[in-house]
């Protein structure tokens, strides 16, 4: 029985228009109705993230910044990984040597360095002419932005696991769109788990749902793993069903099948259109 529901937002949860369709949200109620928690989680920072779970008027717990922060339920934050500020310095280094565009979260500040300085930001943002600047203390991200660079901080950086995490996003043709840099143990998968360990809940009593790279572990890793059908081959490869796109609700058809349907046989509906193992 799943008793724990967590989900990606971004071309999972979300549609395009980074709204959630209504055929999801009735979904999400209907399953806590039964006792079923939820945990958004995300590459958002702290204020989007908790953005979304207000929209939803429901209970969530929250896994940010791609695993870095996590609370629970009750609002307490479990862990906060940052990057050490030795190892960070040598990244925004490279970065202003090579001209890479990076984004630096501090403190929950997005701060647009270098060639990153010109993109467009929110106004709680700051843009700031080196990636050094952004620098006042440990971050707990970095964001790299803008082809080939992209590929040339990966390679520098990327190959030391015991010393950071590259969370790299691509394009629906394939093109690396972003990396996302965070402390060793910052991934979604190891957050959820520890989540989960602390209230008691077992891998199998899990769905995740996921559309990209990041979220491969923990498709992989929970009883239930969705893909949505827009999602990157990484996702689509360790999931145990596609579901439809996040543009047609693909996360209700998740619920429904593997949660409502499973608590109350005489509900189960049909499979949706676009449905599959993988």
């Known amino acids: 029985m799943i008793r724990l529901i967590a989900t990606d937002l971004d071309g999972t949860l979300l549609d395009s228009g980074g709204l959630v369709p209504l055929a999801n949200r009735r979904a999400l109620q ?7 928690r939820l945990a958004l989680v995300t590459a958002r920072k702290a204020s989007s993230t908790g953005a979304v779970a207000r929209s939803l008027d429901l209970p969530c ?20 990984y940052r990057l050490p500020m030795a190892l960070a310095q040598s990244i925004a280094h490279f970065a202003d040597t090579y001209g890479v565009g990076l984004i630096i979260t501090v403190d929950e500040v997005n701060y647009y360095g ?48 015991d010393s950071v995490v590259v969370h790299r996003y691509y394009s629906r043709i394939g093109a690396l769109e972003s990396a996302v840099l965070t402390h060793p143990r910052a991934t979604k998968v190891s957050a959820l788990a520890e989540l989960c360990a602390q209230h ?3 891998p199998d009593e899990v769905m995740a749902l996921g559309d990209a790279e990041a979220d491969a572990g923990m498709l992989a890793w929970a009883g ?7 999602g990157m081959q990484e996702a689509r490869a ?3 069903w596609i579901a439809p ?21 005489q509900s189960r509906a049909s499979e949706p259109a676009g449905g599959g193992g993988n």
């Not at 791609?66 to 009750?74: K, P, T």
């Not at 239930?224 to 827009?230: D, E, L, S, Y």
């Not at 593997?258 to 046989?265: E, G, M, R, T």
């Open 30 to 36: 209907r399953a806590y109705a039964q006792g079923v």
């Open 61 to 80: 717990a929250r896994i940010a910044h791609n695993g870095a922060r996590l609370w629970d339920w009750s609002g307490t934050e479990l862990h906060h």
């Open 114 to 161: 270098g060639a990153a300085r010109e993109r467009k930001h929110a106004a709680e943002d700051v843009a700031v002419a080196t990636n050094l600047a952004a620098l006042s203390a440990p971050p707990t991200r970095i964001i790299a932005v803008g082809n080939p660079e992209i590929a040339l901080l990966c390679e520098e950086f990327g190959s030391a696991p």
């Open 200 to 202: 008691g809940i077992r």
């Open 224 to 230: 239930v793993g969705i893909a949505m059908a827009n």
């Open 238 to 240: 360790a999931a145990d």
């Open 245 to 265: 796109s996040h543009d047609a609700a693909g996360v209700a058809a998740a619920i429904e099948r593997f949660v409502l349907s499973a608590a109350d046989p």
